[in-house]
Structure formats: C-alpha cells, structure tokens
C-alpha cells in the first residue's frame, strides 16, 4: 500500500490544525472553537474508536480543502466499540488521544451523539455490534455509512438492511478498496465490458467473525466492483496460508479471490481485471480520499454509491465461501442462500 494518501505512523504521532468544539451559534451555524464553520446538516459524529479508521476519516474531514467533502465535519465521537476482540481494543488509546487532540468531544452513548450530530460514520470495528449500534441510529432518523465489514453474517446484514428500509434511512456499507481509481476505471469502461477478473488481498482470520468477514473483504469488494453482483455460483479452496475462492458470475464470467495470510511482503491489495477491450491491473490501493468524497456525497444526497442488494451478494459470496471450504470445495449456490436468508427474516 505504497500510496496511501495517510501515513498512519505520522497520523498517529502528529496533532491537528483542527480544533473542534460544540458551540451552537443562532440560526442553522455551528462553529469550531478553532474557526472553521460547519453548516446545518454538515455534523459528523462517529461511533466507535476500536479503528484507525475514526481517526483518520476525522482527520480528512476536519481538514478537508476545496469542496471533495462537501463541508461535512466531525463535531463528536462516542467510543463504543468492540469489548473482546485485542487487535481492535488495542486501537482505543490512541484513536481517543487523537480525538482530544482535534479538539473532538467524545461522548457517554450513542443517544447523545445523535443529539449533537446530523450524519453518522458508524465505525466499530467489530461487525457483531453493527446492528446493535444501527438501530438507534435508524430510529432517529440519520443517515449512516458502516465501515466494513456491515455486519458478521448474512442475517444481521440483511436486518440491518430491512431496519433502514422500515425507517426510510439511507445507508451503505463498503470496503476502501472498490474505490481505487484502478477499479473505478475499470467500472467506467476502460477495457470495455469485463469478462473476468482475479483480485487478492489479505485474509487475516478473526475467530469472531466468519473467515473472510474480517479482512478479505476488501479483496472480494475489488472483485465485485468490477464484475458485478450477479455471481451464481462460489466454490473455495482452502489452506492455513491462503484461500482461494472462485466465482461465476451471470454470462458464466469467472471472478477468482486469493486471501493471502503469513506471506510477509506479498500481501498487499490488487489483481487483473479481464475486458473485451484490453486487460488492466487492479491497484495498488491509492488511499482513502475516493471512498470519503462518495460518503461526503452520499451524505449530501441520500443515494448510496452501493446497493444494499450488492453488499448482501458480497455477504453471501463469503458465507457461500464458508460452507464450500465446510464441504471440501463443493459449488455453493447464492442464489439458495440469499432466498433461505431473506425467507427467515421475511
């Protein structure tokens, strides 16, 4: 990941220009206590500092130049997050110290946090608590972006999906990776209608989550940005240091995903996409700043760049995944699934 655009190191080493407060000024304005204004509708609040992400998509916000986020800011925090999960507890300290110092409040409950704020990044890194801190969220009428992955299984994906649903609130949930200018150019027509594709990325296992949940996620995000979500069929080939998961998609296009785990400097975020016009490489991962303009974007408009028809596909695709490797490699139909799935919660 030569060219993220945020040096984690330096992000977490480094203060903010930004300093924030909660001064409610006449009208429709609210004001940092540092000078930048943020207009009605504009207020971010997060839930959750068990990720680097909260800190860094503050950071971005809150310094944001030019009009890419719209003028959306993070005015408060809470730090509700995952309670057992040790790679994501050992987060908190320094996302909160980073918080404090842009100056953002960070906040006893979720309840408190929608009462200061207009639009929510729902940012806890464990996707078994995604429902849970969802509903209220829904309930008060705001609109959400969850951070992958939205959930920890297919059920609580499509729960919080039908929640939205039943309260008219817009939300996506999304990987980084869809967002590379690689894939995005690819989905614009750069090598023309695309006959397949292979992507890899790491595929950290989390015992708390089913395997590809936690992190090969972003890898099957890339594969299904460019392919599409009709894939029909998953089938998954399995070893301790890597996965191997083949898809077919609608046209009976192949989309391959190879989870990569203990292979030191060969695990980075990538692959080829095959097209009727030409072939091109997918990465490396440019960053984090495509993906926050079309939350910005999103938050602006209320239209999700991604369905939820398509993340309850890319959830199936993985628990599809699951079941293969259960079953020595034996084709797994999504299309049984996803009806089984939405029949229970129907």
Known sequence: MKKQVFNRRKFLSTGSRATIGAVLLPDIRYRYTGAKEVAKGKRIGIIGLDTS???????????????????????AA?????????????????????MKRMNIPIVDSIEELLDQTDVILLETNDGRLHLEQAMPVFKAGKTVFIDKPVAASLSDAIKIFNAAEK????????????????????????????????????????KTHPDLYWYGIHGIEILFAVMGKECKEVRRVYTPDTDVVVGVWDNDRIGTFRGLRNA????????????????????????YD???????????TGIPPVSPSETLKICA???????????????????EMLQKATTDHS
């Open 264 to 287: 030191g400097k060969g695990r980075g975020f990538g692959g080829t996409a095959f097209g009727s016009e030409g072939i091109a490489t997918l990465g490396p991962f440019d960053g």
């Open 167 to 206: 309260y008219k609130v817009p939300v996506f949930s999304s990987s980084a990776l869809r967002f590379m200018k690689s894939a995005q150019d690819v989905v614009n027509g750069s090598i023309g209608n695309v006959t397949g594709a292979d992507t890899y990325s790491p595929a950290t296992i989390e």
């Open 317 to 335: 695709f993985i628990e599809a995944a699951d079941e293969s490797k259960r079953n020595n490699g034996t084709p797994v139909l999504l299309g």
């Open 78 to 98: 809470c730090a509700l997050g995952s309670r057992d999960i040790a790679s994501a507890l050992e987060n908190v300290p320094a996302v909160r110290e980073e």
């Open 290 to 300: 495509n993906m926050l303009a079309q939350i910005a974007k999103f938050f602006e």
């Open 53 to 75: 992400h909260s800190g860094i998509f503050a950071k971005a916000f809150n310094e944001a130049a030019g009009e890419a986020l719209l003028g959306f800011r993070v005015t």
